[in-house]
Structure formats: structure tokens, C-alpha cells
């Protein structure tokens, strides 16, 4: 248990080294700029020599440290990103040992060499930097003695082969110290398909990582990729057409500094600070064919005419332009809204410089001049009449108050032979049910027998005593019960 504990750990630490690459990755791809940037390593050979310190994940589980070394190859495709992808090639020897008091023997060290190759993808961090990582598969001979450089006992009787291909990953970074010669610190691990590292079959398969510090020296090529007189490693813009003039950075000349190069430019004389499009003209973003930085309207609506400094055309000069004036040909001088109307203080339809009477309340009908217009008062179709007003207290019989309200129901009637009506009688809630019908009843007719008496044809009413049952306000209070003692006249058609 203890030894699966400190194999599953290794590999553990090298997960979360693993994790580190990944993080890192991403980080720097979010930081990739849209410029292209030559990478060093792009296009070449390096060769490199390491060495360092080497520790078994073994069945023998107390902390033990050895060395290895290894010579690489690498060749780096062309690119002009931040990251590269290489091939390596490598070979290498070197020791793993254990010890652990509960092994028979206590302590063992294995010689090993071995060759392989992969994937590495280099990173460009700044100018000085480079993350690395590898990944690959490499065939190793491993020969297990002790101590005294006896082979073990399990090597002896050729239990196991002693040669297999192993599983690489490594992470690192390289320090450029000269123009051709970086400084490398790398952490790596070596995992086995096998358990015979340590000479013994236990567990976990074996594997060993290490830690090294080396050199690695590039073959810089100083190519010109673009024939514009930069070599490649110097030239920001690795890639501008034949027979374009550029600078001392490789890039094409830009005299106004628009950030459009000359023989692209079609507004080559672009005043210092103005926005531009990729084609190098001021930037003119609602398109009324005046630049930004000259429209002083820069929010006109597209298809809008304007005039020199990009503003909509106000053709009656009252402030509102033509495309929203919704009265084109106001007069000069005159108050307008925001539609470009006059101004009609009043709302009678008349605007205030036409008006001759300008504060004619809401509603009023009125002349052409904005004065008013006599109306006679349209006949009533509905009246009621409050029974505290028009009845004695508990009394069916109808007091003189209501006849002005009644006449005028007469006048109508009069001129309108063929209109018929409803009289109904409402009471409260006071006193009992059977009695208010009767008296919402006779208040009904009383109303009645008025019209009657002015010589209104009986035929043409009908008459009901409701009583308390259609309440217009709350019975509870007072108030509420005066205004459900009425008798309302209602014209039918």
C-alpha cells in the first residue's frame, strides 16, 4: 500500500505540471496579437545538450536521486505566430536507483540508454522567454544490478526483456543568451509498460522523471522571405507584396500614418489623428459622405440630405430638419414644436401666431381664428333625480324642485314624438324589502304621472320599482344610502 501510494503521487505531481502547460497555453494564446511576429525559432535546426538529476517512481519507495544526459535534434516549422511546431529527435544515458529496507537487496541502480522522438511546440513569451512542451515515445535498453554493479537476480535468469519502448513528456522553458544559444531548464517524465526498472514486478508499472539543465544551440537562418531588403527575423511585416517600399522594419511606408500603408492608401493625404477605413479615407460612420472628423451631425440617418458640415437640411429654417419636419413650410420666425409645427398653446387646432383668441380652455369648438364656436347643449338621455331632493322623507309625492329637471326631459320628448323611456325607482336598504319596492314603485309613477300631465302619451314609458336590489353606492354609510334613494329616466331609443 505504502508503494501504490508514492507511484499514484508522482503521478499526481506530474499531472498538475501537466495542468500548469495547459494554463499556460491558453494564456498566451488570448495574448496572440494580430500582427505577425517572426518566431526564432521558425524554420530551423537547433541542437541541444543536457544533463540532471534523475528520480525513480519504483517498488522501492524511500527517496533516491541519480543522473542522466541526452544530445537532441530539433527542427522547427516556418510560422509567424507566437507558438511552433517542432520535431525532435534524441538520445541519452544515465541511472535510476531506489532503496527500501524491506527489499532484498535494500538498494538497486539501473543503467539505462535509449533513443526516440516526437512533437515539441515552443512558445514565444516576449523576446527572451520560450515555454516549451514535449511530447514523444522513446526505445530504451535498462540493465538492473545492485549496488555493487551485479545484475539482479530476475536480470540473470532473463525473467523480463530488457528493452522497451517507454512513453516521454516534458515541460520546460528556454532562455535566450545569445543571438543563437538559449539556457534550458526542464522537468520530464519517462513512463515504462513494464515493472522491471527495479528488477522486480510489484504493483504500479515503474517510470522515472528528471529534472535538466542544458544548452541548446540554433542555427538562425537570416532569410528574406519577401525580397523587401529585411531578413525574416527583423521584419515585422514578413509578407508585403513585391516592389513595395518599406521601412527599416520591413513594413511598407505609410506617409500620413494612418495605418494604411501608401500602396493601399486611396486618401493618402489623411490628416495626423483621424480614424480610417482599411481603405486609409476618413471614417464617415452614418455614410452622408462627410468624414467624422468634419461632421459636426455625426448620427445622421442614412439616405438623409445634408449640407457642407454633414447636418440634415432644415429648408424653412425653424430648427427641425426636412426628414422630420412634419410642416416644411412654416413661416419665417415663427415658434415651432418638435415636428417643426407651429406652436398651438392652446390645442385648438389653430397655431398661436394665427390665433386671435389663445387661451380658449380644452375643448372648445372653434372658428378659423382660433375663437370660439356657440353650441347649443345636446338634449339629455338620462337623468336622475335624488330622492331627498325630489320626494318628502318616506312620500311617493313629487316636490316642485324636480319639474326644471323634468321639463327639460319634457322639451325632449316634445320635439322627439317618437322616442320612448324608462323610469325606475330605487330606494336604500332601510326598513323592509316588500315596503321599498312599493315605495320605489310610486316615486316611479309620480315621475310619471308629470309627464303625463304635460301631455306626454303613456304608451311611450315603461315604470319599475327596483327597490334596494342595484345599489350605486355603499349602503353602510349615510351618504351612501342618500345617493340609492333616486329615480332615474332613462331614454330607451
Known amino acids: 500500500m505504502h508503494f501504490n501510494f508514492f507511484h499514484t503521487g508522482g503521478l499526481m505531481r506530474f499531472g498538475f505540471l501537466f495542468a500548469i502547460l495547459l494554463c499556460s497555453n491558453s494564456l498566451l494564446f488570448s495574448q496572440v496579437h494580430t500582427k505577425k511576429v517572426y518566431h526564432p525559432f521558425t524554420g530551423t535546426m537547433t541542437i541541444s545538450v543536457e544533463g540532471g538529476a534523475t528520480y525513480g517512481l519504483t517498488d522501492y519507495t524511500e527517496f533516491s536521486v541519480d543522473y542522466s544526459g541526452r544530445f537532441m535534434l530539433e527542427y522547427y516549422l516556418p510560422t509567424y505566430s507566437k507558438g511552433t511546431l517542432g520535431f525532435r529527435a534524441l538520445g541519452g544515458a544515465g541511472f535510476v536507483k531506489g532503496k527500501d529496507k524491506k527489499q532484498n537487496p535494500t538498494e538497486f541502480r539501473t543503467n539505462m540508454q535509449f533513443v526516440g522522438g516526437g512533437l515539441i511546440y515552443n512558445l514565444s513569451l516576449g523576446e527572451k522567454i520560450f515555454p516549451y512542451f514535449y511530447a514523444g515515445a522513446s526505445y530504451m535498453w535498462f540493465d538492473p544490478k545492485d549496488m555493487n554493479g551485479n545484475q539482479l537476480i530476475n536480470n540473470v535468469n532473463n525473467v523480463y526483456k530488457k528493452n522497451e519502448i517507454n512513453y516521454n513528456a516534458e515541460f520546460g522553458f528556454r532562455f535566450l543568451i545569445a543571438e543563437d544559444l538559449t539556457l534550458n531548464l526542464n522537468a520530464n517524465a519517462q513512463i515504462s509498460p513494464n515493472d522491471y526498472l527495479d528488477d522486480k514486478k510489484y504493483g504500479s ?38 516592389g513595395v517600399k518599406v521601412d527599416k522594419f520591413g513594413c511598407p511606408i505609410d506617409t500620413d500614418g494612418d495605418g494604411i500603408p501608401d500602396y493601399l492608401d486611396e486618401c493618402p493625404d489623411t490628416p495626423t489623428g483621424v480614424t480610417v477605413d482599411r481603405k486609409g479615407c476618413p471614417i464617415d460612420t452614418d455614410g452622408d459622405g462627410v468624414p467624422d472628423y468634419l461632421d459636426i451631425c455625426p448620427n445622421t440617418p442614412k439616405g438623409v440630405q445634408v449640407d457642407e458640415f454633414g447636418c440634415p437640411l432644415d429648408s424653412d429654417n425653424d430648427g427641425v430638419p426636412d426628414y422630420l419636419d412634419r410642416c416644411p413650410n412654416t413661416p419665417d420666425g415663427v415658434k415651432v414644436d418638435k415636428f417643426g409645427c407651429p406652436l398651438d398653446s392652446d390645442g385648438d387646432g389653430v397655431p398661436d401666431y394665427l390665433d386671435k383668441c389663445p387661451n380658449t380652455p380644452p375643448g372648445t369648438v372653434v372658428d378659423s381664428y382660433g375663437c370660439p364656436v356657440k353650441k347649443e347643449e345636446p338634449p339629455p338621455k338620462e337623468v336622475v333625480l335624488s330622492a331627498g331632493a325630489s320626494f318628502g322623507i318616506g312620500r311617493a309625492n313629487l316636490l316642485p324642485t324636480a319639474y326644471e329637471e323634468l321639463d327639460k326631459l319634457v322639451k325632449v320628448m316634445k320635439e322627439e314624438p317618437q322616442s320612448r323611456w324608462l323610469i325606475e325607482g330605487h330606494t336604500d336598504n332601510t ?63
Open 205 to 242: 508499472n515503474d517510470l522515472f522523471m528528471g529534472a535538466n539543465l542544458g544548452f541548446t544551440f540554433a542555427l538562425f537562418s537570416e532569410k528574406d522571405s519577401d525580397g523587401d531588403g529585411v531578413v525574416d527575423s527583423k521584419d515585422a511585416c514578413p509578407d508585403t507584396p513585391p
Open 431 to 493: 326598513g323592509s324589502l316588500n315596503n321599498n319596492k312599493k315605495l320605489s314603485l310610486k316615486r316611479a309613477e309620480s315621475v310619471l304621472n308629470y309627464f303625463i300631465s304635460k301631455g306626454i302619451e303613456r304608451s311611450r314609458f315603461q315604470v319599475r320599482g327596483l327597490g334596494p336590489d342595484f345599489p350605486v353606492a355603499d349602503n353602510r354609510t349615510e351618504d351612501g344610502r342618500a345617493k340609492n334613494r333616486r329615480v332615474k329616466i332613462l331614454r330607451l331609443d
